[in-house]
């Protein structure tokens, strides 16, 4: 799943987007020194993050991972390479470089990352020039009792939700399971596929063990799904001409049947593996807070004890 190696876990308070459209500060996007390395960005103060805040002494670092140069079938060629000419802002044979947030800007042959400078040119980790496509599979079902009754918050009184996080091995973080989109692979496909492997860990099973995760999941991730968010995340592989882009989507176990009959194994890139309760004192990686958040809104499920004012996007 091509992950960093450090990550990042609160929201920045400015991150306040709706679920399609991207008109945000990033903040873990100018985090150094980048995942990984002991390279440091250039320094990019608030009010010159935007494109268009002109800043003439501009002056970012330019930094590739050793690891995406050496070519891995996941990754692009430098720019300048003998007969690559990628068709950005476009299908480019099976890779998507349409962004998710719209047309973004070309210049000088690389993309312009559509939520502004970070300090840093080049792809970082990034295999791909302009966005890097992921989809994270957000699994939840009720919390029940040993009777198998919904278990209210004692404060709120809202039912808690529980989701599948898995705890990632390069930084020690829980999130929720996910990875990028392979070329060609519909975005359906890749979130049963991550699931599977980082929270059943299929890559370790025989056929007859696969097959038969398969047919317990087909009913999970074939029912009416809920897309939780579809855009840019403020992560910290990001870099001017290469970013992050995500498809969430929550696949609810209503009664709770599916999920309960299945052995959640911790596999590929994630460390530990289990249901966690949902709520406000949850610190996950990058975005993914914000996504269980719009979750719990959209169930009625508990979210905080402490009253406040609601945000709306």
């Known amino acids: 799943s091509n992950l960093s190696a450090a990550c990042w876990s609160r929201l920045h308070p400015l991150n306040m987007f709706n679920n399609y459209n991207v008109t945000f500060y990033h903040s873990k996007a100018l985090t150094s020194p980048y995942p990984g390395s002991h390279v440091n960005r250039s320094q990019v103060p608030e009010d010159k993050v935007g494109w268009l805040v002109e800043w003439k002494d501009y002056n970012p670092v330019e930094y590739t991972a050793t690891s995406v140069l050496a070519g891995p079938r996941w990754a692009d060629p430098q720019i300048n390479d003998k007969g690559f ?32 400078r970070t300090g840093l040119t080049g792809r970082g980790l990034l295999g791909r020039w302009g966005p890097n496509h992921a989809a994270d599979p957000v699994v939840t079902r009720w919390k029940r009792d040993e009777h198998g009754n919904k278990v209210a918050h004692p404060v709120t009184g809202k039912n808690i939700l529980q989701f599948v996080a898995i705890k990632r091995r390069d930084c020690g973080e829980w999130a929720i399971p996910g990875g990028m989109v392979d070329p060609g692979e519909k975005i359906n496909a890749t979130l049963k596929r991550e699931f599977e492997e980082e929270a059943l860990n299929s890559l ?14 087909h009913k999970l991730f074939s029912q009416e799904h809920f897309v939780v968010y579809r855009g840019y995340v403020d992560d910290p592989r990001n870099t001017d001409n290469a970013w992050m882009e995500t498809e969430a989507v929550n696949y609810h176990d209503e009664t709770g049947e599916t999920m309960d009959n299945l052995p959640l194994e911790a596999g590929d890139d994630a460390g530990v593996v289990k249901w966690v309760d949902i709520s406000e004192k949850l610190k996950l990686y990058a975005n993914h807070s914000y996504f269980i958040k719009l979750v ?18």
């Open 85 to 116: 000419s990628p068709k950005f802002n476009e299908r480019d044979g099976e890779v998507e470089r349409k962004s998710l947030s719209g047309v973004y800007v070309v210049e000088n042959g690389r993309p312009r990352n559509p939520a502004g």
């Open 204 to 217: 370790q099973k025989s056929p007859e063990e696969k097959a038969q995760l398969e047919r317990q999941l």
């Open 296 to 313: 719990t809104e959209k169930w009625g499920a508990h979210w905080s004890a402490e009253p406040g004012p609601e945000c709306h996007e």
